[in-house]
């Protein structure tokens, strides 16, 4: 079984959450590549797929949007796994009572449900640093908002354990007897 994990990133959380995906998958094994979806140009020879992307405004990045658009046919063949990360904080309702993953889930992923049927899909927490330069216009400018430092929960809110439950989920639905850690 030959999977392909393919993410969008910016500041490179994305990238960390899908290069543990990929591990786990290796260890329980499955041969998993691990590869930036604008780098993409063939998925022959894949058997399944797992595609992630962070979420700015309730959005995936173009590059992942624009690999499932290029690899519908092929995608819509095989098993595929969705995620996305972005949500910051340890809130897991906000100040309305409203679920805070739920609520951050990507418009993409509508589509992705009825074009893919996913087996399976998950919103990952995400991090920001302050400090970090800025991607993109929109970025630029909320870095000069007065209150802009104070707006965003700074740090590291990915849940490694929760990432490695999920990927070893899709190892099982993968691989029926797959390898113990």
Same mark, same amino acid.
């Given at each position: 079984m030959k999977v392909l994990v393919a993410y969008a990133t910016r500041h490179g959380a994305t990238a960390g $959450? +899908? %290069?543990?995906i990929g591990s786990i998958l290796r260890d329980r094994g499955v041969d998993a590549t691990v590869l930036p979806a !604008? =780098?993409?140009r063939d998925v022959a020879g894949y058997d399944a797929f797992v595609i992630g992307s962070a979420a700015y405004m309730y959005r995936w990045l173009k590059d992942a949007t624009e690999f499932v658009h290029r690899h519908r046919a092929a995608l819509k063949a @095989? #098993?595929?796994w969705i995620f996305s990360s972005g949500p910051? !904080?340890? =809130?897991?309702v906000d100040k309305d009572g409203k679920d805070v993953r739920e609520s951050a889930a990507p418009k993409e992923f509508a589509e992705l449900r009825a074009t893919l049927s996913p087996r399976g899909e998950h919103i990952f927490w995400g991090a920001y640093d302050p400090d970090a330069p800025p991607v993109g216009m929109g970025e630029w400018m909320m870095k000069r908002m007065p !209150? +802009?430092?104070e707006a965003l929960p700074n740090g590291d809110f990915?849940?490694? #354990?929760e990432i490695e439950g999920w990927a070893t %989920? $899709? @190892?099982r639905a993968l691989v029926p007897v797959a390898a113990p850690a």
């Open positions: $959450i +899908a %290069e543990r !604008g =780098d993409v @095989a #098993p595929v910051l !904080g340890t =809130d897991l !209150g +802009a430092r990915r849940n490694w #354990p %989920e $899709i @190892a």
